[in-house]
């Protein structure tokens, strides 16, 4: 669990940092699997997620020890979590995107407790909160980028937006993220009954994407 605070008068890029970070980490685990796995080892397991509250955490004191209270930290405990359900309808598929979200009822049987019948892939994947990704949007520019990559269903209509984030001075990182929707599947065959209208989002981790992201950019600018 990692918690990154914003200050009065101080540029608030938390959660595009957070990004960041969260692709890092991701590239981190990425290569290391490659090594373990060459040696026969089981490789580790990684989820991210990211929740933004914009009021200050609330904290318990242990001793001299604080101990800080937020629905952010739980939230982003949901968002990294792999149903395995889920996983095991997913991962055979070898997508280059790492998080889906999926419903097993519809929004007139879940009422207001929806949340509570979604079940959830995230593995090796970022998942933004609808918090996050807002705040994301007043961070940084986010430009909507179109790229030849699978749909699920063949029916998924995604969007795809890339964004740079500034880390320091003169050094900036590129992020992409992709906001599709939460499909409404039969949990006995995982079949897609429909698309609802909710969304869910994912900082895409995947390297091919940001290969293809500049082979379009070179191709455009060779045309140009």
């Not at 089981?42 to 318990?60: D, K, M, N, R, S």
């Not at 937020?70 to 979590?81: G, K, Y």
């Not at 419903?103 to 019948?117: C, K, L, M, N, P």
């Not at 909710?198 to 191709?219: G, M, N, R, W």
Request: hydrophobic share 40%; charged share 25%.
């Amino acid at each position: 669990i990692l918690a990154l605070h914003e200050k009065e008068g101080e540029p608030g890029l938390a959660v595009s940092r957070a990004c960041v970070l969260a692709r890092e980490m991701v590239e981190i685990v990425r290569g290391y699997n490659e090594l373990v796995t060459k040696a026969g080892l089981p490789p580790l397991e990684l989820g991210v997620g990211i929740a933004y509250q914009e009021a200050a955490p609330l904290y318990l004191m242990d001793g001299e020890k604080r101990i800080m209270i937020s629905e952010a930290l739980n939230e982003s405990d949901r968002l990294s979590s792999c149903n395995k359900r889920a996983r095991k309808a997913m991962e055979p598929l070898g997508s280059p995107f790492h998080v889906y979200a999926f419903q097993t009822v519809s929004d007139a049987d879940a009422g207001e407790a929806a949340e509570d019948f979604v079940m959830a892939f995230n593995l090796g994947g970022i998942r933004l909160s609808p918090a996050a990704f807002q705040k994301l949007r007043k961070e940084i520019s986010l430009e909507p980028v179109t790229l030849q990559l699978p749909e699920l269903w063949g029916s998924e209509s995604f969007q795809l937006f890339r964004g740079l984030v500034t880390v320091d001075n003169d050094i900036f990182r590129k992020i992409v993220l992709r906001e599709s929707r939460v499909a409404q599947v039969d949990p006995r065959n995982f079949r897609l009954q429909k698309w609802t209208d909710k969304s869910y989002y994912e900082v895409c981790s995947d390297p091919a994407i940001y290969e293809q992201l500049e082979t379009e950019k070179a191709v455009a600018a060779a045309r140009s």
